[in-house]
């Protein structure tokens, strides 16, 4: 089962705003609303930032949303800073094989 | 608050066998869904392995299906995958990861540090 899709980098200056899409199938992120969003800076371990296509759970910033069209989940980050940059990863329930599927990840570079 | 503290990682040669812990404190263990998530050196997260609040239902990724197994101690707060006939692609850093939620909303609320395991001769 192949992994979700999403860019392999993005970047923003600070104060502006970026979005990373995440691209599945109906098997997965078109067909249910339980995509996640995970932060992973440089040798620490995931954090999640977002779950069930848009809630953010206590404690991460507004700055944070998701959202969800057809396959295809956004994650925006408004007001960039520079403790953003970081790999961005989305995640899916999948009615296949695999319960749980990952995208490839995204880089976020704050310029 | 939520720990989890990931160990019994190292190295290992391909064929051989490897068993990882997850100690879990600061939260009532068997309320939790338990997760482990790989990611190999330079390369994105993989989810590997899933079991239920009291360990009835377990769950694998095609690619370690038959090879690895799950299991829990709920009245030592610890989880366990035992991995067996290792190949150099299991090679990663290998997080376990703790939810109150249970399918289809598999969410990763709270994470360990991982522990790295390598396969080679």
């Known amino acids: 089962q192949s992994a979700l899709t999403q860019p392999a980098s993005v970047s923003g200056s600070p104060g502006q705003s970026i979005t990373i899409s995440c691209t599945g199938t109906i098997s997965d992120v078109g067909g249910y609303n339980y995509v996640s969003w995970y932060q992973q800076h440089p040798g620490r371990a995931p954090k999640l930032m977002i779950y069930g296509v848009s809630n953010r759970p206590s404690g991460v910033s507004n700055r944070f949303s998701g959202s969800k069209s057809g396959n295809t989940a956004s994650l925006t980050i408004s007001g960039l800073q520079a403790e953003d940059e970081a790999d961005y990863y989305c995640s899916s329930y999948t009615s296949g094989n695999t319960l749980v599927i990952f995208g490839g990840g995204t880089k976020l570079t704050v310029l | 608050q939520v720990q989890l503290v990931e160990s019994g990682g190292g190295v290992v040669q391909p064929g051989r066998s490897l068993r990882l812990s997850c100690a879990a404190s600061?939260?009532?263990?068997?309320?939790?869904?338990m997760h482990w998530v790989r990611q190999a050196p330079g390369k994105g997260l993989e989810w590997v392995a899933v079991?239920?609040?009291?360990?009835?239902?377990?769950y694998f990724a095609d690619s370690v299906k038959g090879r690895f197994s799950i299991s829990r101690d709920n009245s030592k707060n610890t989880m366990y995958l035992q991995m067996n006939s290792l190949r150099a692609e299991d090679t990663a850093v290998y997080y376990c990861a703790g939810s109150t939620r249970w399918i289809p909303n598999m969410v990763l609320d709270d994470w360990g540090q991982g522990t790295l395991v390598t396969v080679s001769s």
């Open positions: 600061g939260f009532t263990f068997s309320t939790y869904v």
């Open positions: 079991i239920s609040y009291d360990g009835g239902n377990r």
